[in-house]
């Protein structure tokens, strides 16, 4: 019962005159799509093992928690908002679980869950302190990410004296949990890592959240346009709340399966790879004024990356060229986006 | 009443159904991430040729400690005709992954480096698994033989440590600063643990090193706060170049002292600045692994006889200072 609509189902509606070109033209993922193709044709031709089972593994390893997070920042960022602890969030989750398990003896599910809350707090105070304040998510995340780093550095220093937590193998309750998060699922030679498989059930939850719900529709809404979404009734506060809450939760899905992978974490673990997910995002259609994007151009956007750093190894180019490689790909891929962008304007027109 | 139009049924059955299938797949077949197991056995492998080697390290790009070993992986790789693929990444799980590629182009040996070595341990077993043998270089000393390499090559830092704690001792200095540069790195810890093991009073400080104007800033803060401070100890060189000027503008007398080297260095002990730096010749740390594998793999040779092969503590100071600095020059030392 809302009578908000939706960007992506408003082009479908005018565009139903449209040829299907055209109407494949003006979705927000296109540009990701064409760009993971480019990219991927480009490595299997240029190195034959980028398609080996074990290759496949190894680059969709690579996106898969880059993935996961930056399916939740692509909703967020729909909602009008960033969320900048969300790299470093990836590190504090990771430590919560690894200090209660290692150094307090908890079982390993047990200390799961309290780093679960411990992240929905922060998530739900970033939320609340974005909408009761007014000011720009970018400042108030910006002051989350480095309280957060801060935490990180000094409490494990603090209880452990080094900087690294490790030894959660030996926890009570590790081989369950590491095997909802952290096991491999062997499709012939491939070893696929189960994070790859949180990936696509997440983004394929997120994708129905925001296509199929009417939270899905307040997303939108809230990003778009705000004064008016809250004129038609939306709660807008809750919605964004939850949104913070759900790059949060991400953040701990990611930390979770990367703690008990490599059953250790270092206290500056994830800062810096908060730009990374925004760039997925963007890459997959988000524009970063809120209110357009998909969940599944983001993790198209995440799977580029995941190719592309992987391709480069493969193809057993000089690595000091790596970045320059990288930067030129997602300015590709953003300007090809916004060619797009324009022209599904210009047919809503 | 929702503006939605009506998407095809099939679509939308299929993205319902998509989370059971991954579910049930996931099901299908799996094995868990596995507990403290013993370390896989080296397949023995037949005397064969190397063509080449891969080399991850956990050194941020740019640094210019990683660019000597890099240079002296290359340099070993064009001396004996092998391939040598240098990638490094400061993320150990990235790094971990760099392995996995490793492993799956096939390469002939690989070398890496472990400053987190759990979180390599899943990656450098599967190599070793795959009949490709492993050298550790310069961090992860301890865990090398465990998880099934055949030598490390390295610099023990606490033993380090201890040797740069001993001579600031030596030279009367009676209070230290140790800089910490790396928030996540164990033998940066180390480092400081053995030098306050040697030395005694010491207090430690963190600074980001790709931050040089905040590094340079907090040690002189420090050096203001605490005018008893006699001694500073740097744990990288181009920290060292900082911790020199903190102390110039500080006005403070301590006596700078440093692990490796760089010509911001060099320089520095020409100029009487700084006492001395701990050099562990990393150099060797990209050279001797890509010699030890191709005598491992041609003449199934091993070296160091399960000990691992020390490159350092050296020391450069004011006596052989002028003799280091072309080669400091030229990326070698």
């Known amino acids: ?349 | 009443m929702s503006l939605r139009p009506q998407r095809s049924a099939t679509t939308w059955r299929f993205s319902r159904l998509l989370p059971w299938v991954a579910a049930a797949a996931l099901l299908a077949a799996c094995s868990g991430p596995g507990a403290d197991a013993p370390a896989p056995s080296q397949t023995p492998i037949a005397a064969g040729t190397v063509n080449s080697v891969a080399v991850v390290t956990h050194g941020s790009p740019g640094d210019a400690f990683w660019n000597v070993v890099k240079n002296g992986a290359e340099a070993a790789g064009k001396d004996l005709g092998i391939r040598v693929e240098y990638n490094a990444s400061g993320d150990p799980g990235q790094q971990a992954k760099l392995i996995d590629n490793a492993v799956a182009q096939g390469v002939d040996g690989v070398v890496v480096s472990m400053a987190n070595p759990e979180a390599l341990r899943p990656s450098v077993e599967k190599a070793v698994a795959a009949g490709i043998p492993v050298v550790t270089i310069n961090s992860g000393e301890s865990e090398s033989a465990k998880f099934g390499a055949f030598v490390h090559v390295g610099q023990s830092e606490s033993l380090a440590g201890q040797a740069a704690g001993r001579r600031l001792a030596d030279a009367r200095r009676t209070k230290m600063l140790c800089v910490i540069h790396e928030a996540g790195n164990i033998g940066a810890n180390q480092r400081c643990e053995g030098a306050t093991k040697a030395f005694g009073n010491t207090t430690t400080l963190q600074v980001d090193i790709n931050n040089p104007t905040d590094a340079q800033s907090r040690i002189k803060g420090a050096l203001e706060a605490d005018r008893s401070i006699d001694a500073v100890l740097t744990l990288n060189s181009q920290v060292a170049a900082r911790g020199v000027d903190a102390v110039r503008e500080a006005g403070s007398a301590a006596t700078v002292a440093t692990f490796d080297l760089n010509s911001d260095v060099v320089e520095a002990i020409r100029a009487g600045r700084l006492l001395f730096a701990v050099d562990q010749q990393q150099y060797e740390q990209g050279y001797l692994p890509i010699v030890l594998l191709q005598l491992y793999r041609t003449n199934l040779n091993t070296v160091g006889g399960g000990t691992p092969v020390q490159t350092g503590p050296g020391f450069v100071d004011k006596s052989n200072v002028e003799a280091v600095a072309a080669l400091v020059a030229q990326g070698t030392r």
């Open chain 1, 1 to 349: 019962m809302t009578v908000a609509t939706k960007t992506s189902d408003t082009t479908q509606e005018r565009s139903a005159g449209l040829s299907p070109l055209q109407r494949l033209a003006v979705r927000p993922e296109i540009g990701a799509a064409l760009g993971a193709l480019l990219v991927f044709v480009f490595f299997s031709i240029i190195t034959d093992r980028f398609l080996s089972p074990l290759g496949v593994a190894t680059w969709l390893d690579d996106a898969s928690t880059l993935g996961i997070m930056a399916v939740a920042v692509a909703l967020l960022m729909i909602g009008g908002e960033f969320d900048l602890s969300a790299g470093v969030m990836t590190a504090s989750t990771a430590l919560v679980t690894a200090l209660l398990a290692v150094h307090a003896g908890w079982n390993v599910w047990f200390a799961l869950l309290a780093s679960l809350v411990f992240a929905l707090v922060v998530g739900a105070f970033n939320g609340w302190v974005v909408m009761r304040t007014g000011l720009p998510s970018f400042i108030v995340t910006l002051g989350t990410f480095l309280a957060l780093q801060g935490l990180n550095l000094g409490v494990t220093r603090l209880v452990t004296g080094t900087v690294q937590v490790s030894g959660v193998r030996s926890a009570d309750g590790y081989q369950s949990a590491g095997w909802v998060f952290a096991s491999t699922l062997d499709i012939g030679e491939a070893h696929i890592q189960a994070s790859v498989v949180w990936w696509v059930v997440l983004t394929a939850l997120a994708a129905i959240i925001l296509v199929r719900t009417r939270f899905g529709n307040w997303i939108f809404a809230v990003g778009g346009a705000l004064p008016s979404a809250r004129a038609v009734g939306v709660p807008a506060d809750r919605t964004k709340i939850l949104l913070f809450m759900g790059t949060a939760f991400a953040g701990w899905v990611v930390g979770s399966s990367n703690i008990l992978r490599f059953a250790s974490v270092q206290a500056n673990q994830g800062v810096g790879l908060e730009l990374h997910y925004i760039i997925a995002a963007v890459v997959g259609g988000c524009l970063l004024t809120g209110g357009f994007g998909s969940a599944v151009g983001a993790a198209i956007g995440a799977l580029i990356f995941g190719m592309a750093r992987q391709g480069i190894v493969f193809a057993r180019w000089d690595s000091d060229w790596f970045m320059l490689f990288l930067g030129v790909l997602l300015l590709a891929a953003v300007l090809v986006n916004n060619r797009f962008q324009k022209r599904a304007e210009r047919v809503r027109r």
